[in-house]
């Protein structure tokens, strides 16, 4: 409720005290896939595909030409889970 000047109890313009509870019914970046859904239909169509449903780390990381150890590849298997 706005006072006298025209600010609400915490003092902010009345007319501008909506606007900052939008702004927090965002998604955090932490919860986005890293990668695209691109990248990850290849990993999906390698396990899929190539290995029925049963594959290690090390097969699909092999079938798609990309380091085991790398965190490029964690973000991709990750991202595939999502």
């Not at 006072?3 to 915490?10: F, L």
């Not at 085991?68 to 889970?81: D, G, I, P, Q, R």
Request: with cysteine; charged share 25%; glycine share 8%.
């Amino acid at each position: 409720m706005a006072n006298k000047s025209g600010k609400n109890r915490r003092g902010k313009d009345a007319k501008d005290a909506g606007k900052s509870q939008a702004k927090g019914r965002g998604i955090a970046a932490e919860d986005l896939p890293r990668r695209t859904l691109e990248e990850c239909l290849k990993l999906a169509e390698a396990l899929h595909n190539i290995h029925a449903d049963q594959a290690t780390w090390a097969q699909l990381t092999q079938d798609l030409n990309v380091g085991a150890a790398s965190n490029n590849t964690k973000y991709l298997f990750w991202s595939a889970t999502a």
